[in-house]
Every structure is written in structure tokens, then in C-alpha cells.
């Protein structure tokens, strides 16, 4: 069976950057971390469950941010781009490697950046939250992945920057590991092929 490579987008494939500083808000990125993480209307909109018209206002509250004009507007600001040599290292895997994505990620972040490139034309599955309406480190989003791949588990490569999607994953038995940054991410790929 051909190896499977699961990547996530943020932190692995693509730089989160600075959300304060690209959407010029008051306070630090660390602040803003907290808020959006524990922003129940930010996993309504990246799971889909909430259109970004109605999700986009909703959020500006949670970040505390709703007097500060058209929060869709200041949102399109916040780009995720690509890290440096992603798109060489992904044309650059073996062609029997399956590559698959899973990412919490919103609808304008995932336009902005697959609008900016070609890498995943080489994808296989495209597992969104936003489409499939299941969010990391649920369980039920790597139950729906091994569900689709029908493999074992333990075959599957699953990269990600946060700790806790991969211990979720490694309880489904995935080969998970956490990747910051794009020296690491290109550490793995390479020791995964060499093994």
C-alpha cells in the first residue's frame, strides 16, 4: 500500500503569521490566541455551521473588537501564506507518497491560500472543517478520515502544530507528530521515507 502523508494547514503548511499585527488590533497575538480559541462562534464558522456573515460579527465580540468597522474587511487582512519552500518540498515527494489535508480552517483562509497556489492539485482528500462540519482534536474527524481511507491507521503520517490534535490522533492509532515550523516539517517527511 502507498505510503499517506495527513498534513495540516496552519503551523505546518502555511504561516498563521501575526493575526493582531495584519489586522492591526489592540492587543497582543497571544491575547488574541486565547480569544479565538475559546470563541465558540470561531468553531461555529470553521465548521460551517454559521455563515461568515452572521459568524464574522458574532467574532468581532468574542475578540472584543466590534467597534472597529467592518470586521469582514479588517478579517481579510489576516493572510495565511505558504512557508518558504512548501511548494518544493510537496513537488518534490515520490509520486506513490498520497498526500491528504486536514485543517480547521474558514472559508476566506481557505480561498486566500489555495487561490495563491497549485500544491494541492497533488492532494488526494481535501478534509476541511468548514465542509465536512468536524473539528480537530474531535474524534469524530479522525474516525471520518480512517473511515474514508479504509488503511490501517498506523500507515497514515499525520503532522500538525498542536499538541492536542496529535494525541488525539495518536489514540486512533495515526503516526502523529507536532510540527512548528517548516525545518522540522521537511526533518519528518524525510526521516518517514527513509524509514
Known amino acids: 500500500m502507498n505510503p499517506t502523508i495527513l498534513f495540516d494547514v496552519g503551523g505546518v503548511l502555511a504561516d498563521l503569521g501575526s493575526p493582531t ?22 468553531r461555529a464558522y470553521e465548521t460551517g455551521r454559521m455563515p461568515g456573515h452572521q459568524a464574522l460579527p458574532a467574532i468581532s465580540r468574542d475578540l472584543d473588537v466590534s467597534d472597529r468597522g467592518d470586521f469582514e474587511q479588517i478579517f481579510r487582512q489576516w493572510h495565511l501564506r505558504l512557508f518558504p519552500g512548501v511548494e518544493r518540498l510537496i513537488a518534490n515527494l ?15 483562509h481557505w480561498q486566500q491560500l ?8 497533488r492532494f488526494t ?14 474524534a469524530a474527524a479522525f474516525d ?8 490501517d491507521p498506523a500507515d497514515i503520517l ?21 510540527v512548528n515550523d517548516f525545518e522540522t516539517l521537511e526533518y519528518r517527511l524525510q526521516y518517514r521515507q527513509a524509514s
Open 114 to 121: 489555495s487561490g495563491s497556489t497549485q500544491i494541492f492539485d
Open 125 to 138: 482528500h481535501l478534509f476541511l472543517s468548514y465542509e465536512l462540519g468536524i473539528y480537530k482534536p474531535e
Open 158 to 178: 499525520f503532522v500538525d502544530d498542536t499538541e492536542a490534535n496529535v494525541v488525539a490522533a495518536r489514540r486512533h492509532g495515526i503516526d502523529a507528530h507536532q
Open 94 to 108: 515520490p509520486d506513490d507518497i498520497e498526500l491528504l489535508l486536514l485543517s480547521n480552517i474558514n472559508p476566506i
Open 21 to 42: 499585527a495584519a489586522m492591526n488590533l489592540p492587543y497582543s497575538d497571544e491575547h488574541f490566541w486565547q480569544a479565538w480559541l475559546a470563541s465558540p462562534n470561531v
Open 144 to 151: 471520518y478520515v480512517i473511515d474514508m481511507l479504509d488503511r
